[in-house]
């Protein structure tokens, strides 16, 4: 059975910093992608970061490069984004999501995940 349990959402003012994590379970993490997305209110899923383990591949959406970074862990099974330089238009709930049939529609494609997070809110105050 696979799962995603994300944490570290919470307030912060613009231009702080938050980190979020995704443990996983029931999942290794091969070649597979493991994503981060996030959706604010009124608005659809929107994909921000991708990481493939198995290649060492990293994905970001323009809005954040630069100010988020992915990574993972694989003895904890657990994959991170630390988040910099935060804008209140960052303002979303965040999942992480898996693919565990290998991709085939696109990173950022929200169709191409099996397996999803409830979600952790981030809040940026201005």
């Known amino acids: 059975e696979v799962q995603l349990v994300e944490s570290g959402g919470g307030l912060v003012q613009a231009g702080g910093s938050l980190l979020l994590s995704c443990v996983v379970s029931?999942?290794?993490?091969?070649?597979?992608?493991i994503a981060w997305f996030r959706q604010a209110p009124g608005r659809e899923r929107e994909g921000v970061s991708c990481?493939?383990?198995?290649?060492?591949?990293?994905y970001y959406s323009d809005s954040v490069k630069g100010r988020f970074t992915i990574s993972s862990d694989n003895a904890k099974n657990t994959v991170y984004l630390q988040m910099n330089s935060l804008k209140p238009e960052d303002t979303a709930v965040y999942y992480c999501?898996?693919?565990?049939?290998?991709?085939?529609?696109?990173?950022?494609?929200?169709?191409?995940?099996?397996?999803w997070g409830q979600g952790t809110q981030v809040t940026v105050s201005s």
């Open positions: 990481i493939i383990s198995g290649d060492g591949s990293r």
């Open positions: 999501a898996a693919d565990t049939w290998g991709l085939r529609t696109g990173v950022f494609h929200e169709s191409e995940y099996d397996y």
């Open positions: 029931g999942f290794t993490f091969d070649d597979y992608p």
